[in-house]
């Protein structure tokens, strides 16, 4: 099969390798599509140390070798029996298991299910680990209502489109926030309220509080934790998913607890997660938005195009 690989050094290299193996258990899957995530650039560059060389990718759709049934993968494996945390050992594909860069791919039986019936090869490529992860930050740790109000940081990325799109199907009002007026307004086209650009706001916290209360915060950014907390309402909750602005923050104690707030950690989701995400699509008038669609042997591009910060939705590769 031909495959992408991270090779040492964080290079890449499309290039011939030998057919997966399937243990006791596996299924081979003849992938049609395969979407980026921003840890992928995390696996190349090396902040994931996995051995190399590496397949990446974690999102993949196609079609079971043993069956022909169509599948999209669950990007999880392992998360356990608990619903609170994933149990000691849970991985998600592309590092260090080979993922979906790739023309064949070995999984659990248990990590695939249907394909969406009305989404095309790249739409259920492109939905698993971002909208699992808005889902799951969404409803399972963020408690989101109906007729809340929920403030998603970013407006571009795959898991903020996902998250517009969820609240917005869940009857919540969403608002944003983004570098990019253009941005907004394109959230605001999937349903999004409004939002703040904050290149040109000198304090977005108090100018998102403006257009709420919110009710809920979503934090991919890592070090915008206290501003997310300076935005949601007394009582009001942030969940954080990524530190693509750091990793490291310092929080105000006092006004934290004296507003009795409450702080979440998320990573992707359960298998239960993502069965009531497959419900809810299945109910959706939306499909997944996306950026681009290249071939496989093109995957540097498409890594750039996301490193640059210039996509507005999830960028897709095309096998076969």
């Given amino acids: 099969m031909y495959a992408v690989l991270v090779r040492e050094g964080a290079q890449l290299s499309y290039e011939h390798v030998a057919d997966p193996v399937p243990q006791p ?35 993949g ?51 695939l299910y249907p394909k969406p019936a009305g989404f095309s090869w790249e739409e259920a ?32 990325s795959g898991v903020s489109t996902f998250a517009v799109q969820l609240a917005v199907q869940a ?8 570098s990019s007026d253009e941005k907004i307004e394109r959230a605001t086209e999937l ?35 206290q501003q997310s907390l300076d935005s949601v309402r007394r009582g009001g909750r942030v969940v954080v998913f990524g530190g693509t602005g750091g990793t490291e923050v310092t929080l ?8 009795q707030q409450s702080l979440y950690g998320t990573q992707l989701g359960s298998p239960r997660d993502f069965e009531r995400l497959l419900r809810m699509v299945d ?4 499909r997944p938005v996306i950026d681009s669609v290249r071939p496989l ?9 996301m490193q640059a910060g210039e996509h507005f939705g999830k960028l897709v590769l095309s096998i076969g």
């Avoid at 109910?283 to 939306?286: C, I, K, L, T």
């Fill in 171 to 178: 009857g919540a009002r969403v608002l944003v926030t983004s």
């Fill in 252 to 259: 105000q104690v006092r006004p934290f607890y004296f507003a």
């Fill in 25 to 59: 258990g596996e299924v081979v899957v003849e992938l049609r599509a395969a979407a980026l995530n921003r840890r992928d650039l995390l696996v190349r560059s090396g902040v994931y140390p996995f051995p190399l060389p590496l397949v990446p990718g974690s999102d």
């Fill in 61 to 111: 759709a196609g079609v079971r070798r043993d069956t022909g049934e169509e599948v999209v993968i669950l990007p999880g494996i392992g998360w356990g029996d608990r619903e609170d945390a994933p149990a000691e050992g849970f991985e998600v594909i592309g590092g260090p298991r080979d993922g979906t860069y790739a023309e064949l791919i070995a999984l659990p039986e248990e990590n």
């Fill in 283 to 286: 109910a959706a008038d939306w």
């Fill in 297 to 305: 042997a093109e995957a540097e591009a498409a890594l750039a195009r």
């Fill in 191 to 225: 349903g999004a309220d409004g939002g703040v650009n904050y290149a040109t706001t000198d304090d977005w916290p108090a100018a998102a509080k403006e257009l709420g209360p919110i009710d809920l915060g979503l934090d991919s950014v890592g070090s915008t934790w």
């Fill in 125 to 156: 490529a492109a939905f698993p680990l971002a909208a699992l992860t808005a889902y799951r930050a969404l409803f399972a740790r963020g408690g989101l209502q109906t007729g809340e109000t929920v403030l998603v940081l970013g407006a571009a």
